[in-house]
């Protein structure tokens, strides 16, 4: 800063380490539950530092599940997550894509009106439509499976409006350069879009890998097999149980679990993802 | 190696004509020059010829072929951009090799060629950088490599130097201009830099608002412009414009600020009317014993060294603007008044209204 | 938009824009316009018939109190979360702003909340303040406060804006911090030239110069709150006790799923979507006003 006051510096970091703590609180709390065993999360007051019951509970939760909850184990609800952010992650990146391509290099009949149709995907959440969109999955057939789960979710207005601004300060000069060498459109996007977008690209997947692992109401609705269930849908399950047997220790083991991925994302491709929370949202 | 050869070539954006009835015939292993102020339509007409903008009107011919409807590709050119426009995520050496690829060369014949055009280039330390590594004038050259290693019968350049700094130009243009006699491909070059286009072309296209106008030599255009545009175009300092009345025999034209020239005999014949009167710079002389003398009045003196830039009027302070190019360093003083003297022969009279060349 | 130098029109680019063009007739245009004309319907109590009511369901809508009262709570919750975690997070991005080393590092342990999902980020809360076990609900009975959200309305509502905010924090960190970051330095050193202290600086250089991104902050986390707070609220309250903590998107689901009563339900998702609607035309029509990252 512009002058050197140690003393504003010193509060400047007491407040950031203030603010850092009350942000972890949460999790802390959640790390300390996940490492006791049943017995002593019932005892009041709930204990402040961790005990020595974390491998026994990870073990138990990923593999055995939550005794009476009638949910599967945690790793499998883990593997179906895993499945579904995959999906809707490269599924959003590849069709807004090319649909970004056709838009921004084609010139042909209702680009516009295509380029509209798109838009409006983004005043249309599936919060807002989800009677009539469960309906159409039923009607499909769609219930019960990865993709159910996923396809609804990958039309992405924000995706394609993102790709259409990287393709349009591509350089023409690139195209031309392209033409002359004799490539044709798809040559093109292959060899020369996709690779000068792939940091773009690596950025939205994070960011739509955390959307799409982190989904909820959706695959509340369309799935009600045990064996379609995901974590973030699992955790809910167990809090209902909750209610009559309280397994905290467990439950926030598959917490603990069901955040692990996206936030290794966040805070190891933090650079990524800045730039993807950025750029998607201009 | 090929010929290229505009018929009536024209082109329209809707009802705006940007470029009409051009007609050229370019010889094999020529290197043409396309010059121009910036929106004369030049670039259009070298991206015509490339087919990266459609032709509208006429017809261009590369070889025997005529390309109008062909893709970029299958015309057998190659072009040097602006911006270079080289692939930022691929090695030099892949930028060179993409259209070799493409048109599924053999891999060890696209290393020959591409390794062979490194070395005439001098850019063989660099194959596996990728172009953000490299220096404008290094990038400069893997452009023209992409171009040279396709082995195209004609070459198109797009003011390829104008992103270089005034040094590394001039180097660049001379190496051009000795590839391009050695390779001795049929060449056309987009610049608005008129010494680039003097120095490099065998012959100038001069286009101004879409239309050609003068074609020639580097020195006929010198000698002979045919219009005011193409005379004040080339040259520079560009040449002075004086406006003048004819005497009624045509044999003097009279000047505002006093002066008045004796016109000799191929200069007469236009008596009795305005015109404007054209001397280079170059061509004006200190000379108290010439036979054709008149006097300027010395307002602004810049020492370049190898010559004296006078700024000033000719004639008394009411007299038109003029700018003197004398020889070598010169002590010339604010306000003094100079005595030119100008060779009958370079001076050049225009039509005031229509730009035409009057003498003939 | 399109650019200067493109290809020609052929099938390529309709066979492009199609898988797109599938997934958003048959999953977002049709389903929504299956919503609006249901919202015109009213269905027997066995779904064996439907009359075509016009704009009943609507005018039903705004006399029932309940509903009124759902939207007004909605907007006291959506407002109070954008607040919080804005209010939070422009105070943490301003000291991490002045304090020039170990910024990353803060930025580092304040964003990943961003990636905990709101379902779990309800489990978390819902845990600290068990009415019989939690943490906080310990500390509180110690200081001699009764705490129960699964009997108090207003503590349950409390706990939804907690946990939501909570997790919206990093998001407007992250914004706040990189506006503040972009505002170059000579502005501020001019400021500070012209005798502004660090306070004064932030309240007359900083603050006004970051308004664009508090403006599009503020519709992001309204909106935040009114559509993506749904599996905070599931996980925590169930839009209880009392319907206390019952928002739109709730009800929705509620009356649609739970109450079937399906006309009712449309003609809610109507009114959403023209909130959508205009949350995001003012957000595009401020967007070119937005700091440039």
Request: hydrophobic share 50%; aromatic share 12%.
């Amino acid at each position: 800063m512009v002058e050197h006051r140690p003393i504003v510096t010193l509060i400047s970091h007491l407040v950031l380490i203030f603010g850092v703590a009350i942000i972890a609180f949460p999790i802390w709390i959640t790390f300390v539950a996940s490492t006791h065993e049943a017995a002593r999360m019932v005892q009041i007051p709930l204990p402040l530092l961790p005990g020595d019951q974390f491998f026994k509970n990870l073990e138990q939760t990923l593999f055995k599940g939550l005794e009476g909850a009638g949910a599967p184990p945690v790793g499998f609800m883990m593997v179906n997550s895993l499945i579904m952010a995959l999906m809707i992650a490269g599924g959003k990146i590849a069709i807004s894509l090319i649909s970004a391509f056709a838009i921004v290099y084609f010139k042909f009949p209702f680009r516009m009106g295509f380029f509209w149709m798109i838009f409006i995907t983004l005043m249309l959440p599936v919060e807002v439509r989800i009677l009539p969109t469960f309906e159409v999955v039923a009607n499909l057939g769609m219930l019960n499976t990865y993709w159910g789960l996923s396809i609804p979710l990958i039309a992405s207005a924000t995706a394609t409006f993102m790709f259409r601004q990287v393709f349009l300060t591509i350089p023409d000069e690139l195209l031309e350069a392209a033409r002359i060498d004799g490539a044709g459109p798809m040559r093109f996007f292959i060899d020369i879009l996709v690779p000068l977008s792939r940091t773009n690209i690596a950025a939205l997947f994070v960011i739509l890998f955390i959307y799409g692992w982190n989904q909820y109401l959706w695959p509340l609705l369309v799935t009600t097999d045990q064996s379609m269930y995901t974590v973030v849908m699992g955790i809910k399950q167990m809090l209902e149980a909750a209610e009559q047997s309280p397994d905290w220790h467990q439950i926030m083991m598959t917490s603990l679990l069901a955040m692990l991925p996206p936030v290794f994302v966040v805070v190891f491709m933090q650079r990524l993802f800045v730039k993807g929370l950025t750029e998607t949202e201009k | 190696m090929a010929e290229i050869h505009l018929r009536q070539v024209g082109k329209s954006y809707g009802e705006v004509e940007v470029l009409q009835g051009i007609d050229w015939k370019i010889g094999d292993g020529e290197f043409v020059v396309i010059v121009g102020p910036s929106g004369c339509g030049k670039s259009t007409l070298l991206r015509m010829i490339a087919g990266l903008e459609s032709i509208t009107q006429g017809e261009i011919s590369i070889g025997d072929r005529v390309v109008n409807d062909l893709e970029p590709a299958e015309r057998d050119i190659a072009m040097v951009f602006q911006n270079y426009a080289l692939y930022p995520h691929m090695s030099v050496y892949n930028n060179m090799a993409y259209g070799l690829k493409i048109r599924g060369i053999p891999k060890d014949e696209i290393e020959r060629r591409v390794k062979q055009t490194a070395e005439i280039l001098e850019i063989g330390d660099y194959l596996t950088r990728a172009p953000r590594q490299l220096s404008g004038g290094q990038r400069q050259r893997v452009a023209m490599g992409r171009a040279i290693v396709r082995e195209p019968s004609v070459f198109l350049f797009d003011e390829p130097l104008s992103n270089l700094d005034a040094k590394l130009r001039v180097q660049m243009r001379l190496e051009i201009k000795k590839l391009q006699q050695r390779l001795g491909i049929t060449s056309v070059y987009v610049t608005h830099d008129q010494v680039e286009a003097m120095t490099l072309g065998h012959r100038l296209m001069v286009l101004n608002g879409g239309h050609v106008e003068q074609l020639g030599t580097p020195i006929e255009l010198y000698e002979r412009p045919l219009t005011k545009f193409v005379a004040g175009f080339i040259g520079s300092p560009s040449m002075n414009f004086l406006e003048a009345k004819m005497s009624e025999d045509g044999s003097k034209a009279h000047f505002t600020g006093g002066n008045s020239l004796e016109l000799p005999a191929h200069l007469s014949g236009h008596g009795d009317r305005r015109v404007s009167v054209g001397m280079r710079p170059e061509h004006l002389l200190l000379d108290e014993n010439g036979s054709n003398t008149a006097s300027a009045t010395v307002h602004v003196v810049e020492h370049l060294g190898a010559d004296t830039l006078v700024h000033g009027t000719f004639g008394n302070d009411d007299g038109p603007e003029l700018v003197v190019r004398l020889d070598g360093i010169k002590t010339i003083g604010q306000d003094e008044v100079l005595t030119l003297s100008i060779d009958p022969n370079n001076i050049h009279l225009f039509d005031p209204d229509s730009g035409k060349r009057l003498n003939t | 938009m399109l650019k200067r130098v493109h290809f020609g029109s052929s099938w390529l680019p309709f066979a492009l824009v199609a898988p797109q063009i599938l997934i958003t007739v048959v999953f977002f245009i049709w389903p929504a316009s299956q919503a609006l004309y249901q919202s015109l319907l009213v269905e027997d109590a066995f779904g064996l018939s439907s009359e075509f009511v016009w704009f009943d369901n609507f005018i039903e809508l705004f006399g029932d109190e309940h509903y009124l009262g759902t939207f007004q709570r909605t907007i006291f919750f959506s407002f109070s979360v954008a607040f919080l975690s804005m209010a939070f997070a422009l105070t943490l991005a301003a000291m991490a702003d002045r304090v020039i080393k170990g910024a990353t590092t803060y930025r580092t342990f304040l964003i990943w909340p961003y990636a905990v999902a709101p379902v779990v980020s309800g489990a978390l809360w819902v845990f600290m303040f068990d009415p019989t076990l939690g943490i906080f609900t310990y500390t509180l009975g110690a200081l001699g406060y009764e705490w129960n959200h699964k009997l108090n309305g207003g503590e349950a509502m409390f706990l939804v804006i907690v946990a939501s905010a909570w997790k919206q924090v990093a998001y407007n960190f992250l914004f706040f911090l990189a506006a503040m970051q972009s505002i170059p330095k000579s502005l501020i050193e001019a400021a500070a030239i012209d005798g502004a202290g660090p306070t004064r600086r932030f309240t007359s250089i900083i603050l006004p110069l970051i308004s664009p991104t508090t403006f599009f902050l503020m519709v992001i986390n309204v909106v935040f709150a009114f559509f993506e707070t749904f599996g905070i609220i599931h996980a925590v309250t169930q839009g209880g006790p009392a319907k206390a903590t019952e928002i739109l998107v709730y009800k929705v689901f509620n009356d649609g799923f739970i109450g079937l009563d399906l006309g009712g339900s449309a003609a809610q998702s109507v009114i959403l979507m023209l909130i959508v609607i205009s949350l995001t035309v003012i957000q595009f029509r401020y967007v070119e006003k937005k700091v440039e990252y």
